[in-house]
């Protein structure tokens, strides 16, 4: 079987607590394999081996600069959160590839689980959870890899698997592993597993019932700053959800209670600050594909080299010319949640070519963050007046202005645009024993920051849009919502309820 590698990287960052000034980095790429069609895998081993390596690059890097690492105070870990692994406590082995967040191989099974709900409902789990029913959470991936891999399943048997977001994993393995590592997590990343509870902060016992999970394999749940154990001679303090992170990194600290969304939005973890501090909420918008889109467009279309092209490619033409691109790769997410939508590109003419199809990518990550933030705007009842934005895609400077134009707001860049990472080392700086970095509003450092105004009359954005929500709706229910399988005499269709599921009361 053709399994087909793309990369995406690792990145170490060391900040000055006093200035926020970035001090030294290292970047590493690792593979993501695509076993099957809608598989998406990491190696959990490379993972942590790249780790590794960017730390030893980047101490290496300070050294140059004769600054001293032992004036490192604390590690604070940033991460995908809904990306699954167990492994394995006696030999510190995982027991099979990590399931990336964007996997689709549970799509059947969630379809199965949302049509056997009361008015099969995917939000039947959001009074506790804050999230749909939905292949992008860990839950069902965990299910998965219990049904169908022969190690985890025996594992959990012999009660010697650990289950956990890459977040887990690293801190175990840094802290020593086998030999005495520390199971935990935050309660940014428990709250993307379906089987938190994001009123009580804890596992949630009917949950693990319903998807059949035992709680034993399960992390210890602590705050996003605190001393969780020691690594080599170094403490590591705290891990913080990616998303989570740059909520911090942009210096966003007014309270936030769980609000409920009624127009597809999630209810997540923020953050919550030491051990003893409250739990601070927000409404999420997840999209599936936003900057991988222009990965995809270099990669399996090689319309362009590098990913720093698409700007000057799209830059030529200065419009899509009515071409309208949908990347649902992996289904929709937020505000949609449709598992069964794909991938499509739309108004193509004769006229169309390549630098048409970059600027329809470019638009196409501005449509879906519009998507979310008029959800926002209804849940919340307050209409944004600006967007922050962080992240690789924010040096691109015409989506910045595009952004800009299609929200009708504007759009507000930090000079240095990685705060997730940024955002983990504050809060690692600030845990308790540790108190090198302040977070109260009169001690936080300011960061210069470039602004972007819409410079297109609303009208001509509007029609846009419209026509951007009609190839939505063209994307929908493009996948059949059971999987094909052989079983040797011709193609049947599986329709098995999983033996586990049981629905709570």
Not at 159 to 172: C, E, K, N, P, Y
Not at 199 to 211: G, I, P, Q, R, V
Not at 362 to 367: G, I, N, P, R, T
Not at 418 to 438: D, I, P, Q, R
Request: proline share 5%.
């Amino acid at each position: 079987k053709k399994v087909t590698n793309r990369f995406i990287s690792v990145f170490p960052v060391v900040f000055n607590s006093k200035t926020a000034e970035l001090l030294s980095h290292h970047q590493v790429g690792i593979k993501q394999s695509f076993p099957k069609e809608g598989w998406v895998e990491e190696d959990p081993k490379e993972i942590l081996q790249s780790v590794y390596e960017c730390m030893e690059r980047t101490c290496e890097k300070l050294g140059q600069l004769n600054i001293d690492i032992s004036n490192i105070k604390a590690v604070g870990v940033t991460n995908q959160r809904e990306t699954t692994l167990v492994w394995d406590k006696e030999t510190g082995e995982p027991l099979y590839n990590a399931i990336v967040w964007l996997d689709l191989r549970t799509q059947s099974t969630v379809e199965r689980l949302i049509n056997s709900t009361p008015g099969k409902n995917k939000n039947h789990l959001k009074h506790k959870t804050g999230l749909p029913i939905s292949t992008y959470f860990s839950a069902v991936k965990l299910r998965w890899l219990m049904d169908n891999v022969e190690e985890v399943a025996e594992a959990v048997l012999t009660h010697r698997a650990m289950f956990g977001t890459v977040d887990s994993w690293l801190i175990w393995c840094l802290t020593g592993g086998k030999s005495g590592g520390v199971h935990v997590t935050d309660v940014t990343n428990a709250s993307r597993t379906m089987l938190f509870n994001i009123h009580t902060l804890d596992w949630d016992s009917e949950l693990c019932k319903y998807f059949d999970v035992p709680m034993e394999i399960l992390p210890q749940v602590k705050s996003s700053s605190e001393i969780y154990g020691s690594m080599v001679s170094r403490c590591l303090r705290n891990c913080l959800g990616d998303q989570s992170a740059a909520l911090v990194g942009q210096m966003c600290f007014q309270d936030g209670q769980p609000v409920m969304s009624d127009h597809g939005l999630l209810t997540t973890l923020a953050y919550k600050l030491g051990k003893d501090s409250p739990a601070h909420y927000a409404l999420e918008g997840s999209v599936a594909i936003a900057g991988a889109v222009v990965r995809w467009l270099k990669d399996n279309l090689g319309i362009i080299q590098s990913s720093a092209e698409i700007e000057k490619l799209a830059g030529d033409v200065g419009s899509s010319y009515g071409c309208y691109f949908v990347p649902a790769f992996s289904g929709l997410y937020a505000p949609y949640w449709e598992p069964s939508a794909r991938g499509i590109i739309c108004g193509l003419t004769q006229f169309t070519n390549r630098s048409h199809l970059a600027f329809a990518a470019l638009e196409a990550v501005c449509f879906q963050t519009r998507e979310i933030l008029e959800a926002m705007n209804q849940d919340y009842g307050v209409p944004l007046t600006q967007l922050q934005v962080d992240g690789g895609m924010t040096s691109n400077r015409l989506l910045m202005q595009l952004q800009a134009d299609v929200l009708c707001i504007p759009v507000v860049k930090p000079s240095m645009s990685e705060t997730t990472a940024l955002g983990a080392a504050m809060a690692a700086g600030a845990a308790e024993g540790v108190g090198v970095w302040s977070l109260t509003p009169g001690n936080l450092t300011t960061i210069p920051t470039d602004k972007y105004q819409p410079l297109i009359n609303p009208e001509e954005s509007e029609f846009r849009y419209a026509r951007w929500k009609k190839a939505v709706q063209k994307a929908m229910n493009w996948e059949t919502t059971e999987p094909i399988v052989s079983n040797g005499n011709g193609p049947t269709i599986s329709c098995m309820l999983p033996t586990w599921y049981m629905l709570p009361t």
